[in-house]
């Protein structure tokens, strides 16, 4: 065949492909969602069911045909394409999963051939697993292939924000009803409860996930708590913004510009990239340190628990979450006197709660290589309020927890260095992470008081943590101590803070204060039997997101555990953001009235 024949089949057959194009992707979606739904479906049912091998082997068709219905539209929508090179360009992620996803496939031919016996179930376990991975990376292509219909839906970003995190709660409460995902039966009100916590990383329990929850359910919590703690939103925006070149996209983008106060939107992608890339990084350090340290304890049947422990706890600490697959958490047995994971615990919940700006701030190589340049800049103003109010906290609080309880709840510590790790352990974690290496209950009146502060002041804007943040209560301590000496202005470094950071600062406690009170208030009429203290304590832990306990939270009756539950919510997506996704913002006008004065304090 002459090249001239060959290019003229090759037109015809274009005009032909072009004429069929419209039928064409109306088929391929409604394919899409069909396909989609019925994958969906079969991998919830495999693993949140009790299942017979003739059912895996349905599920196992579905979810295989699913996936080679998506090469399928892959390859059309390439053939579609007049610029076939940019279209593997733009969608190169989709690309690599299908090739991986391939090559998977032959290679579990090849093992299924290779392997006998016993050890088959558990090697086709493993391979139906990886595909039901790859599966979820297509079904997120898919759902931002689909992102434009968020155009016709205008939300502020705020309301945007709290429906994000609801959505993620009534989906993690459904998955943990399944029942695969616990060991016995669970009133709804506790699988709820617990989703709540994971989903607004608290780590506030009414039961015990440990001996309540398979290793399934325990995944599904660790997945709650990795997208609470980045926010389901910044995934979203991820998500939408990489794998998909769509009007929602750039609408994503804007919203997160606003939530993360960026100046540019290309800005609010690069910054993106790095919250995933410094999560991942930093998780997956902390997991490999817990994994080559405890592999050696024998503390665990096999070298997958341990990993699955490792990883479990590093996505636990680092988002601040304090979760714990031991039944008495860090207090347990297995644990209690290992400094090297308890170190690593701690330093993974510190660095979660100190913000990812001020990681940027200390990690970027771009902004390390323009601070070489210019030795006159300094550390982001930001970054230095975050890092001072973050270190005072920590030493007076390690110190004053030392002194009051060194004789008390210290007293089984043998040496001065354990009693001080213990209290600088308690005093990092109590900021917005539930873990305890003490008995929380059993603390001495002061120091209960103590903790409660702590965890009012909590962790860092910017953070996995909750609480009204450090630098609110920076503010609000300068402009006490502005206000006391008459200056009319709140200065740092050489610099004024401006009025409007103020008013913030003081709207966000004065709001947090009265969340707090109207909870207290309601646990004290439903908890009568409850100590107003440990009522106090429970609410602020509750509201801030640290998820320390005095243990009464598990014996409340349910009214209780739905209060704490709206207060884990309002405390994580923030108050400031609760009232304005509920309120009608008002645009300011250009006139001013007369000031006017009158007698305060």
Not at 36 to 52: D, K, M, P, R, V
Not at 241 to 261: I, N, P, V
Not at 328 to 337: G, L, Q, S, T
Request: net charge positive; charged share 15%.
């Amino acid at each position: 065949m002459k090249n001239t024949d060959f290019q003229y089949l090759k037109k015809k057959i274009n005009f032909k492909l072009f004429n069929y194009q419209e039928l064409v992707e109306i088929v391929l979606k409604v394919l899409s969602a069909l396909f989609l739904i019925a994958a969906t479906s079969a991998i919830i049912y495999e693993h949140g069911f009790y299942t017979t091998p003739f059912s895996e082997r349905i599920v196992t068709r579905i979810v295989t045909s699913a996936f080679l219905f998506y090469i399928f539209k892959f390859l059309i929508h390439w053939l579609y394409s007049p610029r076939k090179k940019l279209f593997l360009k733009e969608n190169i992620m989709e690309f690599v999963i299908i090739i991986v996803f391939i090559l998977s496939y032959f290679v579990s031919l090849y093992l299924y051939a290779t392997y006998e016996g016993n050890r088959l179930p558990i090697l086709i376990h493993h391979i139906t697993s990886y595909f039901h991975v790859y599966y979820f990376c297509i079904v997120f292509v898919e759902i931002a292939k689909v992102s434009s219909i968020f155009k016709k839906v205008s939300l502020s970003p705020p309301l945007l924000m709290m429906l994000s995190f609801l959505s993620l709660i009534i989906i993690g409460s459904t998955l943990l009803r399944l029942p695969k995902m616990t060991t016995h039966f669970i009133p709804f009100i506790d699988t709820t409860f617990t989703a709540i916590s994971a989903s607004c990383i608290t780590g506030l329990t009414s039961i015990n996930i440990a001996e309540n929850f398979t290793q399934t359910g325990q995944i599904v919590i660790m997945v709650l708590v990795q997208l609470g703690g980045m926010s389901i939103l910044s995934f979203a925006t991820f998500f939408i913004t990489f794998l998909s070149h769509s009007y929602a996209g750039l609408r994503y983008q804007y919203l997160m510009k606003e939530m993360l106060e960026t100046k540019k939107i290309s800005e609010t992608s690069f910054i993106l990239r790095q919250i995933f890339f410094t999560t991942f990084v930093i998780e997956g350090a902390g997991a490999i340190l817990l994994y080559l340290y405890w592999q050696t304890t024998g503390l665990f049947s096999s070298d997958g628990q341990a990993l699955f422990y490792s990883i479990f706890h590093a996505i636990s600490a680092f988002n601040n979450a304090g979760f714990s697959l031991w039944s008495d958490n860090m207090m347990a047995p297995e644990i209690y006197f290992s400094y090297f994971p308890l170190t690593i615990i701690m330093i993974l919940v510190f660095v979660g709660g100190i913000g990812f700006m001020v990681l940027r701030d200390f990690f970027d190589p771009a902004i390390i290589k323009d601070r070489k340049k210019k030795r006159w800049r300094k550390l982001t103003i930001g970054t230095q309020i975050v890092l001072i109010t973050t270190f005072s906290i920590i030493i007076i609080g390690t110190i004053i927890f030392c002194a009051l309880e060194y004789n008390h709840a210290l007293a089984d510590k043998d040496s001065f260095f354990d009693k001080l790790f213990t209290s600088c352990f308690q005093v990092v974690v109590t900021r917005s992470a539930g873990f305890n290496i003490t008995h929380v209950g059993s603390l001495l009146t002061p120091t209960t008081l103590l903790i409660i502060l702590i965890m009012f002041i909590g962790s860092s804007p910017g953070s996995t943590g909750g609480g009204i943040k450090t630098t609110t209560f920076f503010v609000i301590i300068k402009s006490i101590i502005a206000t006391i000496r008459g200056k009319n202005k709140i200065e740092f470094n050489r610099k004024t803070i401006p009025f409007q950071i103020v008013d913030k600062s003081f709207s966000i406690v004065v709001m947090s204060l009265v969340f707090i009170f109207l909870s207290s208030f309601l646990l004290s009429i439903f908890e009568p039997k409850t100590s107003f203290l440990d009522i106090l304590f429970e609410s602020v832990s509750s509201f801030t997101t640290s998820g320390l306990s005095t243990g009464c939270s598990s014996v409340f009756s349910d009214v209780g555990k739905v209060i704490l539950g709206v207060n884990m919510f309002i405390g994580r997506i923030g108050t400031l953001t609760f009232a304005y996704a509920l309120s009608k913002r008002i645009k300011e006008t250009r006139h001013e009235y007369p000031e006017t004065y009158f007698m305060v304090g």
